[in-house]
């Protein structure tokens, strides 16, 4: 290797490739950036209640449990794993449109879920394609991520006082915008070249998922979205209660992801110092501590200090579980291992802590909501040791 693998130009990443990735990332992020802050205040400014609210942020989780396990194989299958990819984000686009109009929980619900059900599919697609360059040109997978993170963040804060101002049905008309991103975007997304079953053997899917150490890793990234469940869907509407304003939310909200930014730089050289493992473990722990944060106290101090620790929360989190999902599928499985730890993990994770924080916030309130949060995340720490995930060989990028 004649040049810094870190670097756009390393091992023949140019910086037009890193511009088709990182302009990916950073739209796709953005949605999330509209999404997660926004989409409870806008159903709260519909006059839907503390269940219907978490039951249409849940949907949007739940749909993600069957919808990469219907795109994934089809792109390991035909080889085409873009042009599946462009399907879904068009499908995206065109599902979301018929949102217009709608304020109603039972007109909303389905629209919803097939919008949720095209937009699970671009991005594990892609995540796919990106780990192939990450491993065969030795670059940094933290440095290409870090793109979605400044898009989330720029979202975030931006649309907190836009939509102050203008109302928070404005928030479909950005939506649109950055889901037509999207779709521009998976067409500028070069596809690695990755032949239908292609890769070195592992044997059957099936095969793989029946290793202790693969159900207990999917099951620890299971818990650890379930945890994120009610900061997604109420942070917001809890901060907002407490007399936060949308801009105050928004800048709560991009605090946390300019943590991430600037953990994604240094990702690839934790996990290759300390190891899969103890990323995996040390961030379920923080996570633990920073739910049960917010459930004791509002404080401005607190709250930023809680937010900081999204860096562990997601970042090291996410960049070790991909790093780990990458070693634990071969190359003919590997859209499909992508497909079952976003299903799993942000489908039925997020989804299930959705529905389960929408329950129980009227019931126990806000507070104990994310003291269970908290609890969710310490119970993946106890997964972890009882499945061996990741041990006992330490990683490296």
């Given amino acids: 290797m004649e040049a810094d693998s870190g670097t756009a130009e390393g091992n023949g990443l140019s910086r037009d490739l890193a511009f088709r990735f990182g302009g990916f990332y950073f739209v796709y992020f953005a949605t999330l ?4 802050p926004y989409w409870s205040l806008y159903l709260e400014s519909l006059g839907m209640v503390a269940f219907q609210i978490g ?6 989780q739940i749909t993600k449990i069957f919808a990469p396990n219907v795109w994934g194989p089809l792109a390991d299958r035909t080889g085409r794993r873009l042009t599946v990819a462009r399907f879904t984000a068009l499908g995206t686009l065109l599902a979301f449109l018929p949102l217009y109009g709608l304020d109603t929980f039972w007109a909303m619900l389905p629209v919803v879920a097939l919008f949720a059900f095209f937009h699970a599919g671009p991005l594990p697609l892609v995540e796919g394609a990106v780990w192939d360059v990450v491993r065969s040109r030795g670059i940094h997978y ?6 979605g993170s400044l898009g989330f963040i720029l979202t975030a804060v931006a649309l907190g006082p836009l939509l102050d101002s203008l109302g928070y049905v404005r928030l479909l008309d950005f939506m649109n915008a950055l889901l037509l991103g999207i779709l521009a975007f ?4 070069p596809e690695p070249g990755v032949a239908a079953g292609n890769g070195a053997g592992g044997g059957s899917l099936l095969e793989t998922l029946r290793r202790r150490r693969v159900w207990g890793f999917f099951a620890t990234t299971f818990l650890m979205q379930a945890s994120h469940g009610a900061y997604y869907g109420f942070f917001s509407i809890f901060m907002s209660a407490h007399g936060y304003s949308g801009l105050a939310i928004g ?3 991009g605090l946390g992801v300019l943590a991430e930014v600037v953990v994604f730089l240094y990702t690839d050289q934790l996990v290759r110092r300390f190891g899969v493992r103890f990323i995996l473990a040390a961030s379920l722990v923080l996570a633990a501590l920073r ?3 917010i459930g004791s106290t509002t404080a401005l101090g607190w709250l930023l200090a809680a937010q900081v620790l999204h860096a562990a929360t997601f970042a090291t989190f996410h960049a070790a579980a991909a790093h780990h999902t990458h070693e634990l599928f071969p190359g003919s ?6 497909a079952l730890y976003s299903s799993l993990a942000f489908g039925f994770g ?3 802590g959705s529905l389960l924080s929408g329950t129980l916030w009227d019931w126990i309130g806000g507070g104990a909501t994310f003291w269970v949060a908290g609890g969710l995340a310490a119970l993946g720490v106890a997964v972890m040791g009882l499945t061996r995930v990741a041990a006992p060989t330490r990683s490296s990028v």
């Fill in 251 to 253: 800048l709560l909200w």
């Fill in 291 to 293: 739910w049960m944060v």
């Fill in 142 to 147: 933290g440095r290409l991520r870090l793109w």
């Fill in 55 to 60: 039951v249409l942020v849940g949907a949007i």
């Fill in 350 to 352: 997020g989804g299930v």
């Fill in 333 to 338: 499985q590997r859209s499909s291992g992508f």
């Fill in 186 to 189: 998976t067409f500028l997304v």
């Fill in 33 to 36: 950036g509209a999404i997660l």
